[in-house]
């Protein structure tokens, strides 16, 4: 009945889209002062509980229920109800539904972890739970529905072209939610350098291991769209890599390992909408772009006083925007006989539902995560106190410490 090749994969791709978010809580736990890294990780760590909880419960059956309105799913899968061990996926009978209910649960824990690297250091626990609660069941699963379970986008005839595996999904929502925590919450108090580049090494090297199950995994299937995808992963994440690494040898006056790092992220997001779509020249191009914007955001960032601490926007946000627009510029039907053709191959209506589509989710994430810390803050308070904040968020709130 289901093909094991097929299943077989989608389980080893599901696993590593897993190993990410571990990964990302290495990555932030470096970056933020040693008084502090429980807390980071502990926010990426708890959304693999928590999140997983929702989407059982209510999250898949929002996601990819019968459409309601264009917006959201309906009720038929509440708690999995009437998906067996028998169950097929409905547009790939060749893995159980069971595998595809995992794998999308991976891309929704760490989605809002990926904002918590906006915030670091200066929010508290409580108010975090109710909004990565909040922002799940009002931002993360409509966005999965409206584009990969039926909904408005898909209906436009945008899902399997504008978004192969999450550009607007997870990064473009997460980096634009995460500018607006960071004007609602302010700047730290102390500004703190990076406690750790080798745990952020550690959690680069996990991130980009398991984007190719984030990636490749999107195809849902093996064949050529699925190496295609892979290869576009490593190539645009190595091209960002090196051409970050040359701007602060430019700017900066050395290398930076933690800009060579920094830029790998970045191209990684930026190659993932367009992964399935576009041509290995073409992935490289995008990741040579993905460290140019992104270096340009984060100085510009800087510039502004925007104490978005771990760059969530400049790395994930224009990353994930630009990624889109990339996509609608380079897509071809050559790469994918199933996708688009781009604005360089004569088709300028793609390209501007790349931009309405993209454009549009970033404000309604945006104005979402401002209104939604505001009201949190109005039933206890979001910010960490002055005295949480001298003692460390990791001995004030846990009562534990990273280091002895």
Not at 372 to 394: F, M
């Amino acid at each position: 009945m289901f093909n094991t090749g097929n299943t077989g994969f989608m389980l080893i791709a599901t696993s590593l889209v897993m190993l990410m978010t571990p990964g990302l809580a290495f990555f932030y736990g470096g970056l933020v002062s040693r008084k502090n890294v429980l807390s980071i990780m502990m926010q990426s760590f708890v959304s693999m509980g928590w999140t997983t909880i929702l989407w059982v419960t209510v999250g898949f059956t929002m996601c990819f229920g019968k459409d309601v309105g264009g917006i959201i799913g309906n009720g038929q899968y509440l708690f999995l109800r009437s998906i067996t061990i028998n169950t097929a996926f409905l547009s790939n009978a060749g893995i159980p539904m069971l595998v595809f209910i995992a794998y999308q649960m991976m891309f929704a824990i760490i989605t809002p972890a990926l904002i918590t690297g906006a915030f670091a250091d200066r929010i508290r626990f409580k108010p975090y739970m109710i909004f990565l609660t909040l922002w799940l069941l009002f931002v993360y699963f409509p966005l999965v529905h409206m584009i990969w379970g039926g909904g408005i986008l898909q209906q436009w005839g945008v899902l399997d072209f504008v978004d192969f595996a999450g550009g607007i999904v997870v990064h473009a929502s997460a980096g634009f939610a995460a500018l607006a925590s960071v004007f609602f919450v302010g700047r730290r108090n102390v500004i703190s350098k990076p406690h750790s580049i080798p745990l952020v090494a550690l959690g680069t090297a996990l991130l980009w291991f398991g984007w190719y199950g984030f990636n490749a995994g999107s195809e849902l299937r093996v064949d050529a769209i699925t190496a295609s995808a892979f290869l576009n992963t490593d190539v645009a994440a190595s091209f960002a890599a090196i051409t970050w690494l040359i701007l602060a040898m430019i700017f900066e006056k050395k290398p930076k390992i933690l800009g060579m790092l920094t830029g790998a992220v970045a191209g990684l997001a930026t190659i993932t909408p367009a992964a399935g779509y576009v041509s290995v020249e073409a992935a490289m191009l995008i990741g040579i772009i993905a460290s140019l914007v992104g270096y340009a955001a984060i100085t510009y960032k800087n510039k502004k006083g925007w104490d978005d601490a771990l760059d969530v926007w400049g790395v994930h946000g224009i990353g994930g925007y630009a990624g889109i627009l990339l996509l609608g510029l380079f897509a071809s039907t050559k790469m994918n006989p199933n996708g688009a053709n781009g604005l360089l191959s004569g088709n300028g209506i793609f390209f501007l539902k790349e931009f309405v589509a993209v454009t549009s989710v970033a404000i309604y994430t945006f104005l979402f995560t401002y209104a939604a810390l505001w009201l949190i803050n109005k039933i206890t308070h979001v910010r960490i106190s002055e005295e949480a904040d001298k003692e460390g968020l990791d001995k004030f709130e846990f009562d534990e410490e990273a280091y002895i």
